[in-house]
């Protein structure tokens, strides 16, 4: 059961336009959200994250978007550059900040492609 | 500078061998984790340890063993029972009511 899902394998931008990032989750416990990025053969680094108790949350370049009736949230990268190029995880938790903290579910991936 | 370390980068071994991944952290964090990725999926808990002497198994203990003697020290062994275990395998670090999780450079498995 993949409680966290990213639908999209793979996605391609020009360099300077704006890269949406989605996933979708089904477990109503998550009240933390986190989006990583990985490049081959290297650990995750932690890009941006956002609460269950907001909707939106800013860091430079990267936005992240959380709809939680919809149980869905997005990532925004703007403008995109070259070397934003890399695979991009979501991650949720449940409990945040108490037993579980740390104990990430996370999606498939999505493959980020910016073009010159 | 202060961060996780798993050592080696690449590791092949025979398989009905059990083999054992290292991984150290000085950043003073209470909880570590070990997280496994194959191809095309994303990362999934093997085990996780919230204090020393204590772990707890993830999604896909089945297979695995940890110990955690020391705060900064967790190593995972893969056993022979673990059916399917080539794969990439990382390992993570929290701050005590944290969920943002450090993660070290990985160790790919190789078994031949």
């Known amino acids: 059961d993949q409680q966290v899902k990213q639908n999209s394998p793979s996605l391609s931008v020009q360099e300077g336009r704006i890269s949406i990032l989605n996933c979708d989750y089904t477990n109503s416990m998550f009240d933390y959200f986190l989006w990583y990025k990985k490049y081959p053969a290297e650990g995750p680094t932690f890009l941006i994250s956002i609460s269950s108790i907001k909707d939106k949350n800013e860091d430079g370049r990267f936005t992240v978007f959380l709809n939680k009736s919809a149980k869905h949230l997005s990532l925004h990268i703007v403008p995109s550059q070259p070397g934003d190029s890399a695979v991009y995880f979501c991650?949720?938790?449940?409990?945040?900040?108490?037993?579980?903290?740390?104990?990430?579910?996370f999606g498939q991936g999505t493959i980020l492609t910016v073009h010159p | 500078d202060g961060g996780i370390t798993q050592s080696p980068k690449y590791l092949f071994r025979k398989e009905g061998q059990n083999v054992t991944l290292s991984c150290e952290q000085n950043l003073n964090h209470d909880a570590m984790y070990w997280y496994r990725q194959d191809p095309g999926q994303g990362l999934r808990l093997i085990y996780y340890?919230?204090?020393?002497?204590?772990?707890q198994k993830g999604d896909i203990a089945e297979g695995y063993s940890v110990s955690r003697e020391k705060k900064e020290s967790f190593p995972l062994t893969v056993t022979s029972a673990q059916k399917n275990p080539t794969a990439f395998y990382l390992c993570?670090?929290?701050?005590?009511?944290?969920?943002?999780?450090?993660f070290g450079q990985g160790t790919r498995l190789t078994v031949v």
């Open positions: 991650a949720a938790s449940a409990n945040a900040g108490g037993t579980s903290y740390g104990k990430l579910t």
């Open positions: 340890s919230q204090i020393v002497n204590d772990f």
């Open positions: 993570a670090s929290t701050n005590r009511g944290s969920t943002e999780a450090f």
